[in-house]
T-cell receptor
């Protein structure tokens, strides 16, 4: 399966600021997703990153808070806007290659702490 | 609402023992059931997956058992090792994995030496 690199791996942010997380896949993938995982919790899908068009957001997540870009098949960004302590979480980028039996693979995650 | 219910929440097993984690789903249209393993500070990694045309799939010490009529599937780890200590997530999706995955809440497994 492909390898996903995320940066930053971790960051400490001030309330009210925004942070952009970058996700790079080492091969082309048809689908990319962004998940949130709060400490000790399960994975919650934020949105599907669509190449060249607006992301598809899950219930409870909005574009103004989590703008997402995907300019090509191997790169995506997630911005966490106007952060509050409730946004402290691990943000995971994931990808799926339809040619590879649909396996979903993940990056190592970006751990954000908002003070 | 599509749900996948996972149990137990945590599990302690002696080295060499069998670890069993169970999941139940509601949506009968689900047709792809993967298990993910996550170590602290790492992203989840696919461990093993099954589709409903078979009742069991084995890869090394890891086996998925699938009961379509009961809408349940389980992960069995044989000869559990301390290195298996991790959090395990079951998941399910439509269209053999090409749609989004719905994850269970996870099971924290500790294998004692």
């Amino acid at each position: 399966s492909a390898v996903i690199s995320q940066k930053p791996s971790r960051d400490i942010c001030q309330r009210g600021t925004s942070l952009t997380i970058q996700c790079q896949v080492d091969s082309q993938v048809t689908m990319m997703f962004w998940y949130r995982q709060q400490p000790g919790q399960s994975l919650t899908l934020i949105a599907t990153a669509n190449q060249g068009s607006e992301a598809t957001y899950e219930s409870g997540f909005v574009i103004d808070k989590f703008p997402i870009s995907r300019p090509n098949l191997t790169f995506s960004t997630l911005t966490v806007s106007n952060m509050s302590p409730e946004d402290s979480s691990i943000y995971l980028c994931s990808g799926r290659d339809r040619a590879n039996t649909g396996e979903l693979f993940f990056g190592e995650g970006s751990r954000l702490t908002v003070l | 609402q599509q749900q996948v219910k996972q149990s137990p929440q945590s599990l302690i097993v002696q080295k060499g023992g069998i670890s069993i984690i169970n999941c139940a789903y509601e949506n009968t249209a689900f047709d792809y059931f993967p298990w993910y393993q996550q170590f602290p500070g790492k992203g989840p990694a696919l461990l093993i997956a099954i589709r409903p045309d078979v009742s069991e799939k084995k890869e090394g010490r890891f086996t998925i058992s699938f009961n379509k009529s009961a809408k349940q599937f389980s992960l069995h780890i044989m000869d559990s090792q301390p290195g298996d200590s991790a959090t395990y997530f079951c998941a399910a999706s439509l269209n053999s994995g090409y749609s989004t995955l719905t994850f269970g809440k996870g099971t924290m497994l500790l294998v004692s030496p």
